[in-house]
């Protein structure tokens, strides 16, 4: 089968494209999970992450946003020295700060999947492209999402994360058209 050729450097990367990337999601805990990981993945690669992404939901318990928003100086202190996950403090005091702006949309009455869709008007983007060097890495929706949850107290989320995100929750079909995902998680 063919696949998108990021999805070939580890079985991992494979499974995860095959089974997750771009399947449009609306649950606001995985939301909270994806955003936290992207947002890890600054400066990283992908295969990184996903290979720390059961450390990561171990030690963000399983990414409960209202557990996460208590989270202590002291418990910070032990993520730092967590080899499960990315040690980088800015990284991991930015997951508790956006569990925090998680609650403050909900307790506003939004969910975050309502703020976060509305940047593509809750419609996957359907592209067609034929290789990987003609996606983008942010677009006029991902500069518009960065913008609004930086204005929410969200953090370590550029253009460029909020542009992954939205690939990887499926607000945007970036599966090549070569990919024998790219009609599957076409709606």
Same mark, same amino acid.
């Given at each position: 089968? $063919?696949?998108?050729?990021?999805?070939?450097? %580890?079985?991992?990367? #494979?499974?995860?494209?095959?089974?997750?990337?771009?399947?449009?999601?609306?649950? !606001?805990?995985?939301? *909270?999970?994806?955003? #936290?990981?992207?947002? &890890?993945?600054?400066?990283?690669?992908?295969?990184?992450?996903?290979?720390?992404?059961?450390?990561?939901?171990?030690?963000? &318990?399983? *990414? !409960?946003?209202?557990?996460? &928003?208590? *989270?202590?100086?002291?418990?910070?202190?032990?993520?730092?020295?967590?080899?499960?996950?990315?040690?980088?403090?800015? +990284?991991? @005091? %930015?997951?508790? +700060?956006? =569990?925090?702006?998680?609650? @403050?949309?909900?307790?506003?009455?939004? %969910? /975050? =999947?309502? /703020?976060?869709?509305?940047?593509? !008007?809750? @419609?996957?983007?359907?592209?067609?492209?034929?290789?990987?060097?003609?996606?983008? &890495?942010?677009?006029?929706? %991902? +500069? =518009?999402?960065? +913008?609004?949850? $930086?204005?929410?107290?969200?953090?370590?989320?550029?253009? #460029?994360?909020?542009?992954?995100?939205?690939?990887?929750?499926?607000?945007?079909? !970036?599966?090549? #058209?070569?990919? *024998?995902?790219? $009609?599957?998680?076409?709606?």
């Amino acid at each position: 089968m $063919k696949r998108c050729d990021w999805a070939l450097g %580890s079985e991992a990367e #494979t499974l995860y494209h095959d089974t997750e990337w771009g399947v449009p999601s609306w649950d !606001d805990r995985h939301l *909270f999970e994806m955003l #936290t990981l992207e947002g &890890a993945q600054a400066g990283l690669s992908w295969s990184t992450i996903l290979n720390k992404r059961a450390g990561y939901r171990k030690a963000f &318990a399983e *990414f !409960d946003p209202v557990k996460v &928003a208590r *989270f202590t100086p002291k418990k910070v202190e032990s993520l730092v020295l967590d080899s499960g996950i990315v040690r980088h403090r800015g +990284k991991i @005091e %930015s997951t508790i +700060k956006n =569990a925090k702006a998680v609650l @403050e949309v909900q307790d506003s009455g939004e %969910s /975050l =999947a309502g /703020l976060l869709w509305q940047f593509v !008007d809750g @419609e996957p983007l359907q592209h067609r492209y034929k290789s990987l060097s003609e996606v983008p &890495a942010e677009t006029a929706e %991902s +500069k =518009a999402m960065s +913008k609004a949850l $930086k204005k929410r107290g969200f953090t370590f989320v550029g253009p #460029t994360t909020c542009y992954a995100f939205m690939q990887a929750v499926g607000m945007v079909n !970036d599966h090549l #058209t070569t990919c *024998f995902r790219h $009609k599957e998680v076409c709606t």
